[in-house]
């Protein structure tokens, strides 16, 4: 029941093909349709089978690169650990990795297939030990499917020696400490001064009241803050207070000087914080930017305020959060994810595959319509074919795998291996086909022509007991010519007229003729 139920932030398989390796993503959400089904909406996860070659390389240089602890990129040097890893494990170990994505989708819930479990690949961790585990991934670069780049993920865990503070030697009982506190640290405030609390309660009164009168002479704050009541609650927020007890420390606590500073000759000094610098535009495009990327303000700033500082937007976020507005949506979210739903209920999927191979029912294969027995030369699909990755052949169940041209095949063990990890467990030349050639329509369309010319591209068929894929699919192919028959071609023009020839396929060319007019001209 338990293995069975999902919840939000869960790390599921979905399927959306019978025949490809399963998707990866984390539950966002679970929404129920108007029809009554159920949808989540999920974050995706790219496998290195998903993206160029162009960025594996990259990403395979990112992780071969070490940092030192001052932030700069060494020398290349591959990692130990995958340096004592065998080729089997190295190969495995790809399957892992994964790539994250800021991308969104809503899937149904009944395609989800099982869980997972992905983590951001740290320090803390051998690489070793996800091989280990069943259904464990790995991650540490964000892809971006529009732009097709990656990049590193912000949300690094910062362990290991290089994220260490050095900390000093305790003092020796009696021993002075030589450094120069002036140089450690800098004094702000003394709380021995000889002014009562009753006497800095009424400068800070009276520092608000200048804050408030300064805002009144500006047109901007004014604007802002059309009533009283506003300017004399934005002259209340901490950047006055911080401002005045400044000035009264720096002017020896005196508080005749202190009030003459906060009044200079040009006029009352003015105080103002992020909330109040923001304009309405640049505050509803920051709630946006935070719906969007939540506290990710490296972000935040590149995509929609590039004008602000990332202190600046850092700040107004802290803020931002002490205002009623912060409550009212916090009320909203949870009223939201009250009415949504917290965990959905999976039955395990039973149905058969379509790439399921009948072993009982195999028909002997046919080549151009025509039957042909099963014999040394031609195995039926049932029997002969060794798995294409562990090269087993008894299992039993097989599937059909790969371009149906190859006529591959996988046992269930590694089928499951292929469905989960996007790959086979040994390294195949066929995976490397699988990858380029796209999956064959369930029907295609009959050409239209003479007989002859469909013959042409007509494939061996694959059998699978199942009427769907048991049609014929036309398949790219490559007539390449010997060296002696491209000689042919020049020294026999007048006899074999290529123009000719090549508008009237289906007339056979006189070969004997053409080889015997060949060995004639290279004998004289």
């Not at 009562?196 to 009144?216: M, N, P, W, Y």
């Not at 005045?244 to 202190?258: P, R």
């Not at 709630?287 to 937007?313: H, M, R, V």
């Not at 949870?334 to 039973?350: F, H, M, T």
Request: glycine share 4%.
């Amino acid at each position: 029941m338990a293995a069975n139920m999902y919840r939000v932030g869960d790390y599921v398989y979905f399927e959306n093909s019978s025949s490809n390796p399963l998707l990866i993503r984390r539950i966002e959400e679970l929404n129920k349709t108007a029809n009554g089904n159920v949808e989540a909406k999920v974050v995706c996860f790219y496998r290195r089978r998903d993206i160029s070659s162009t960025l594996i390389a990259l990403a395979d240089k990112h992780a071969i690169l070490s940092v030192s602890p001052q932030g700069e990129m060494e020398e290349e040097m591959e990692n130990p650990e995958m340096v004592d890893l065998p080729e089997k494990q190295k190969h495995q170990l790809r399957h892992r990795e994964l790539f994250l994505s800021r991308q969104l989708e809503s899937l149904p819930a009944t395609h989800i297939r099982g869980k997972c479990c992905v983590t951001l690949l740290n320090e803390t961790e051998t690489l070793k030990s996800y091989l280990e585990r069943e259904d464990a991934f790995f991650y540490s670069l964000v892809y971006d499917p529009q732009q097709k780049t990656l990049l590193a993920d912000k949300g690094e865990i910062r362990v290991g020696n290089k994220y260490q503070a050095d900390i000093t030697d305790f003092l020796k009982e009696g021993e002075e400490d030589g450094r120069d506190q002036s140089k450690l640290e800098t004094k702000v405030w003394d709380p021995n001064s000889p002014l009562t609390e009753k006497q800095i309660d009424q400068f800070l009164v009276v520092a608000r009241s200048v804050g408030t009168f300064a805002r009144a002479l500006d047109c901007s704050s004014s604007i802002r803050q059309p009533s009283l009541h506003m300017s004399a609650a934005a002259a209340s927020r901490d950047i006055t207070l911080f401002h005045a007890m400044d000035t009264l420390h720096k002017n020896g606590y005196e508080i005749s000087k202190a009030i003459s500073a906060l009044v200079p000759q040009g006029g009352p000094v003015l105080c103002r914080d992020e909330m109040e610098e923001w304009s309405a535009s640049e505050a509803n495009l920051f709630e946006e930017a935070l719906e969007k990327y939540g506290k990710d303000f490296t972000d935040i700033q590149q995509d929609f305020l590039p004008w602000k500082s990332l202190t600046s937007i850092i700040e107004y976020y802290y803020m931002w959060k002490t205002t009623d507005r912060y409550v009212q949506q916090k009320r909203l979210k949870a009223a939201e994810a009250e009415s949504k739903l917290k965990q959905v209920y999976i039955p395990n999927y039973n149905k058969p595959n379509p790439n399921q191979l009948s072993v009982n029912s195999v028909k002997p294969g046919l080549v151009n319509g025509a039957g042909a027995p099963a014999g040394p030369q031609m195995p039926t699909l049932g029997m002969g074919r060794a798995c294409e990755s562990c090269y087993t052949t008894s299992s039993y169940q097989w599937y059909s795998w790969g371009p149906p041209n190859m006529q591959c095949r996988l046992c269930v063990s590694c089928w499951l291996y292929w469905k989960k990890y996007g790959g086979l467990k040994m390294p195949s030349r066929a995976e490397g086909e699988e990858k380029m050639s796209p999956s064959p329509a369930p029907t295609e369309p009959r050409s239209r022509g003479h007989g002859p010319r469909q013959s042409a591209y007509a494939v061996p068929v694959r059998n699978s007991g199942s009427p769907k894929s048991s049609m014929k699919t036309r398949q790219a192919f490559l007539l390449q010519a010997t060296r002696l028959t491209k000689l042919a071609r020049h020294m026999c023009r007048d006899l074999i007229r290529l123009r000719q020839a090549a508008r009237r396929p289906f007339v056979p060319i006189n070969c004997a003729a053409v080889k015997a007019e060949c060995k004639t001209s290279l004998n004289s």
